[in-house]
């Protein structure tokens, strides 16, 4: 299955995942090589190939010794000169009852637009109903200004000490008073306010987490419940014990 996109009509995406053939019986007959088929790419196209392809390689795992389904991907990947984003050996699969773990889900990158990308890594503190982990980069384009934006960062006004934060304004009041009746120029004055205002919210008033999947009745118990669950799932991960997996059993 492809899903493709264009970032700044620069960069083409390209989302492939490899399944198996409906059709396949006993042979373990995956799409791999019938779905790379479709892509026709222009000279010196910037592309960016990412998604589970269920194939395994030293390339991006050391420990693989015997190639599966990993021919059509490597052919098509070094005759569009493109790379491996992944870093080398970290699992992005983990089947927890199997006990397995694995490299399946890879991003692969033209040469032309390599540099772009930035800060691969696996975000082991998303949970998600699934097996794979959650994995991130950036993708910074000359025309991308890495501007932060203030106006588009919520605040959590529930949870605000405003009897510290006015305690606060009060004992700053005096001081504040007297540099802006010594200040002359009336832009100065207000960007000297503008810093005091976010001085006291940076001490008292607390940014929100919102995301696509943010819910209302989340609270602070389960926080804390998914930090230990992502905890555990850790150490499991690093020692692989009966014992460390019944404790994630019993979360």
């Given at each position: 299955m ?103 889900d ?46 588009n ?49 940076k ?22 419940m ?21 404790e994630?059993?019993?979360?």
């Open positions: 492809i899903a493709n996109n264009k970032i700044s009509n620069e960069i083409l995406l390209l989302n492939i995942y490899n399944e198996k053939a409906q059709n396949a019986e006993k042979k373990q007959s995956y799409m791999i090589k019938q779905e790379l088929a479709k892509i026709k790419l222009n000279d010196n196209q910037k592309v960016i190939i990412a998604k589970d392809f269920n194939a395994h390689h030293s390339w991006w795992n050391v420990k693989i010794a015997n190639f599966i389904r990993t021919k059509a991907l490597v052919n098509w990947i070094r005759m569009h000169d493109c790379n491996l984003i992944n870093t080398l050996n970290i699992n992005t699969y983990y089947s927890y009852f199997k006990r397995l773990s694995s490299v399946i890879l991003a692969f990158a033209s040469r032309s637009v390599q540099n772009y990308i930035k800060n691969w890594y696996v975000n082991e503190d998303a949970n998600t109903e699934f097996n794979h982990e959650v994995i991130l980069f950036m993708i910074v384009t000359k025309k991308m200004k890495l501007i932060k934006n203030s106006l960062t919520s605040y959590n006004l529930q949870k605000v000490n405003w009897k510290r934060f006015n305690m606060h304004l009060q004992k700053t009041k005096n001081e504040i008073i007297i540099k802006i009746r010594r200040t002359i120029n009336l832009k100065t004055k207000v960007i000297y306010l503008i810093k005091c205002i976010k001085s006291a919210v001490l008292f008033v607390f940014k929100q987490r919102i995301c696509a999947k943010s819910k209302l009745w989340w609270n602070d118990e389960l926080i804390e998914q930090k230990a669950l992502s905890s555990k799932k850790r150490f499991w991960k690093r020692c692989r014990t009966d014992d460390a997996w019944t994630i059993m019993q979360m």
